[in-house]
Structure formats: C-alpha cells, structure tokens
C-alpha cells in the first residue's frame, strides 16, 4: 500500500490512501517476442481532483468511470494491456 501511494505521487502527481484488494499473476507475450511475467497487486482509493502525470513515468492517462472503462475495453481491445483486463475482471468479482 505505501509502495502504491509513493508511486501515485511519482506518476500522476497526486496522493490518496490505498487498500490492497487482492493480488494476481498474469503472463503475456507481444509480438516481437518479448513477454512479461509477473505478480501484481490490486489496490483501490478514492481521490477527486486534478492530476499531474510526469511525462518520464506515464505516456498517457484518462480519468474514467468503470462503466465506460468497461465499454471502451470491449470496443477497443487492442488500447488495454492484458494486464489491465485481468485487475479490471478481479474488481469487478470483489464489488459486483
């Protein structure tokens, strides 16, 4: 949870307190061969307010509802990563 939040103000410049939620492992592999392989931990907050994304740390960003995240990952598959679908479906099993 600290390791989340320094890492909130590092990459969108902005700090909340965090819960862990659960933890997940995924792999996938790209097309020029490279794969990822990892452990990661789900943790949620809430926060209203302005961002500050530093652009060394994070190339893009959008503030969305999870409904509307839930559409546009079905209407643009390729624009999440694997990763992002398998937190979004592990939130999902815990909230819904």
Same mark, same amino acid.
């Given at each position: 949870?600290?390791?989340?939040?320094? *890492?909130?103000?590092?990459?969108?410049?902005?700090?909340?307190?965090?819960?862990?939620?659960?933890?997940? *492992?995924?792999?996938?592999?790209?097309?020029?061969?490279? +794969?990822?392989?990892?452990?990661?931990?789900?943790?949620?907050?809430?926060?209203?307010?302005?961002?500050?994304?530093?652009?060394?740390?994070?190339?893009?960003?959008?503030?969305?509802?999870?409904?509307? #995240? *839930?559409?546009?990952?079905?209407?643009?598959?390729?624009?999440?990563?694997?990763?992002?679908?398998?937190?979004?479906?592990?939130? #999902? +099993?815990?909230?819904?």
């Amino acid at each position: 949870e600290q390791a989340g939040e320094r *890492r909130l103000w590092q990459e969108l410049g902005f700090s909340c307190k965090l819960k862990f939620l659960t933890k997940f *492992r995924y792999q996938a592999r790209y097309e020029d061969s490279e +794969s990822e392989n990892e452990m990661c931990a789900l943790l949620i907050g809430r926060y209203n307010g302005k961002t500050k994304p530093n652009p060394k740390e994070v190339a893009g960003h959008k503030w969305v509802d999870i409904g509307d #995240l *839930r559409k546009d990952m079905n209407s643009n598959v390729d624009e999440y990563t694997p990763w992002l679908r398998i937190a979004l479906a592990e939130y #999902l +099993s815990l909230t819904e």
